[in-house]
């Protein structure tokens, strides 16, 4: 079955400094690979999906992804935080084991910042 | 282009009781997703739709159950209230039903179980 691990429940940044949220899966072939953010009291936002081709990739509000498949590996970065980026942040894995559709979320890493 | 709306935006039950969440997909989306979030947890999976049929389903027991309408709107019923049921509903909808299908979430239902 596949996992998503989320090692970090929280993380605290100073405002302007650099993130990388780290992401760890477990599935039989390449996975979807997605990362969500939400704000306090809000449903979830896609920020960036990786299918296939170009291992890095960019999303939005400036947050990049790298897919490392000798890692299992799908960690999120962004060069500057802003304070606004405050949030939890979610890596979710989809794929189809089996012929049916089962998502699967991290439990989440709740990003602090600091002014 | 509307987004993906749900109602209530807050519900009080008691044990044993049952609850209808409703979900209003994005435009043109045929498949919907619900998801249980307890507080400090990722979203589980409890089963989608696609074209009106339930198209996968995670590890939630019978009692909870689902539609979805022509217009592509859902509901999610849940059946004998637990304490346990006590979580933010989300419901999400996307183009496709696939794997790899990017999906839009509502705002959710939160929803409590005296």
């Known amino acids: 079955a596949q996992s998503v691990t989320q090692p970090d429940i929280h993380i605290t940044v100073s405002e302007g400094a650099s993130l990388e949220l780290r992401c760890n899966y477990s599935?039989?072939?390449?996975?979807?690979l997605f990362w969500y953010v939400q704000s306090p009291g809000q449903g979830l936002q896609l920020l960036l999906k990786?299918?296939?081709?170009?291992?890095l990739v960019q999303g939005i509000k400036g947050f990049e992804a790298e897919f490392k498949r000798s890692q299992s590996s799908f960690n999120l970065r962004k060069p500057s935080v802003h304070w606004s980026d405050a949030a939890e942040y979610f890596c979710a894995v989809g794929a189809h084991p089996g012929g049916s559709y089962i998502p699967t979320f991290g439990r989440g890493t709740s990003l602090i910042v600091h002014p | 282009e509307t987004g993906v709306t749900q109602s209530p935006t807050h519900l009080i039950k008691t044990r044993g009781q049952q609850v209808t969440l409703r979900c209003s997909s994005q435009?043109?989306?045929?498949?919907v997703s619900w998801y249980q979030q307890a507080l400090g947890q990722g979203p589980q999976f409890i089963f989608q739709?696609?074209?009106?049929?339930?198209?996968g389903r995670g590890n939630f027991p019978p009692r909870f159950s689902g539609l979805q309408f022509p217009n592509y709107s859902s509901e999610l019923n849940v059946n004998a209230l637990e304490l346990d049921d006590s979580a933010l509903y989300l419901c999400?909808?996307?183009?496709?039903?696939?794997?790899?299908?990017?999906?839009?979430f509502g705002p959710g239902t939160r929803l409590t179980v005296l």
């Open positions: 599935y039989g072939a390449t996975p979807y």
């Open positions: 990786y299918f296939s081709g170009d291992t």
């Open positions: 739709y696609y074209r009106e049929e339930e198209n």
């Open positions: 435009s043109g989306h045929n498949t």
């Open positions: 999400a909808s996307s183009l496709v039903s696939s794997g790899g299908a990017a999906q839009y």
